[in-house]
């Protein structure tokens, strides 16, 4: 199965940007959607942003307008573009395959003063 490394987090400040990348141990262009998971301490994994094979993206509302998802096959990764961050954003994210398959360490982001 293909499997993920997630790269790209950090600590911002509240309204700066961060770009994550995940790189496949694979092709992805066999994989339908790969999509953008955030998970804050004892709470459950919640999908942020999807991309499909033809490009289709889709968002939770609480991202939308603000992050961007992207894939580029010839490097097998998808990115998350994240502007105007919130502390609310705060989370470890990961990347996965629709379905999911081995989860990877993921990237811890934080957005604070």
């Known amino acids: 199965q293909v499997q993920f490394v997630e790269s790209g987090g950090g600590l911002v400040q509240p309204g700066r940007s961060l770009r994550l990348s995940c790189l496949a141990s694979?092709?992805?262009?066999?994989?339908?959607?790969t999509g953008w998971y955030r998970q804050v301490p004892g709470g459950q994994r919640e999908l942020v942003a999807v991309i499909t094979s033809g490009g289709t993206t889709n968002y939770a509302d609480s991202v939308k307008g603000r992050f961007l998802i992207s894939r580029d096959n010839t490097k097998n990764t998808v990115y998350l573009q994240m502007d105007s961050l919130k502390p609310e954003d705060t989370a470890a994210y990961y990347c996965?395959?629709?379905?999911?398959?081995?989860w990877g360490q993921g990237t811890q982001v934080t957005v604070s003063s």
């Open positions: 996965n395959k629709l379905p999911v398959g081995p």
């Open positions: 694979g092709s992805i262009n066999d994989i339908y959607a």
